[in-house]
T-cell receptor, first 113, second 114 residues
Framework: EAGVAQSPRYKIIEKRQSVAFWCNPI?????LYWYQQILGQGPKLLIQ????????DSQLPKDRFSAERLKGVDSTLKIQPAKLEDSAVYLC???????????FGQGTRLTVV | AQSVTQLGSHVSVSEGALVLLRCNYS??????LFWYVQYPNQGLQLLLK??????LVKGINGFEAEFKKSETSFHLTKPSAHMSDAAEYFC????????????FGSGTQLTVLP
């Protein structure tokens, strides 16, 4: 069974630029999560989708971050414009349904300079 | 609100020695608790979880953890460390009523010395 796929693996951008990350969850998984992991900290949930609807985006900085999951499968997370403090690993995870184990992708490491 | 405290950001043990990684939680209601492992440049992998029932939970790779409500703890142990156990370990608590929305601790980096 293929795991959660994320791309790109690494990205370096200058502050005030825009960036987008892509996630392809495990086939058939209805629930998708985006987490932000800053160096030296644990992951922090940014947004949770159930199919193509948002369950919780209370910790998503909506002035610069956006996420979508239009067809209930792939998802993209966008930052516009990026700040230095956005440097982190962005992890995508998926689960078959809301109360089952979540499987994590390898993450996208973003460096903002 | 839930929170997790992991005591010791770095722990070193000798190969074959006991591994003990500490986790204390704060939750207004009985929580679900998890331990994840993260190898370099990899995503998180679930080691074990406690939801209900038996308070001693066994996971993969010989790890286990015990939920102690009176101490609000969920410490991770392994009787004998192996070099391959070197990784970062995260304790997490599930927000009650959420759908696997996890609050993570800051992590403990485990080093295994030969």
């Amino acid at each position: 069974e293929a795991g959660v796929a994320q791309s790109p693996r690494y990205k370096i951008i200058e502050k005030r630029q825009s960036v987008a990350f892509w996630c392809n969850p495990i086939s058939g998984h209805a629930t998708l999560y985006w987490y932000q992991q800053i160096l030296g900290q644990g992951p922090k949930l940014l947004i949770q989708f159930q199919n193509n609807g948002v369950v919780d985006d209370s910790q998503l900085p909506k002035d610069r971050f956006s996420a979508e999951r239009l067809k209930g499968v792939d998802s993209t997370l966008k930052i516009q414009p990026a700040k230095l403090e956005d440097s982190a690993v962005y992890l995508c995870a998926s689960s078959p349904q809301a109360n089952t184990e979540a499987f994590f992708g390898q993450g996208t490491r973003l460096t903002v300079v | 609100a839930q929170s997790v405290t992991q005591l010791g950001s770095h722990v070193s043990v000798s190969e074959g020695a006991l591994v003990l990684l500490r986790c204390n939680y704060s939750s207004s209601v009985p929580p679900y608790l998890f331990w994840y492992v993260q190898y370099p440049n990899q995503g998180l992998q679930l080691l074990l979880k406690y939801t209900t029932g038996a308070t001693l939970v066994k996971g993969i790779n010989g790890f286990e953890a015990e939920f102690k409500k009176s101490e609000t703890s969920f410490h991770l142990t392994k009787p004998s460390a192996h070099m391959s156990d070197a990784a970062e370990y995260f304790c997490a608590v599930e927000k009650p009523g959420s759908a696997r929305q996890l609050t993570f601790g800051s992590g403990t980096q485990l080093t295994v010395l030969p």
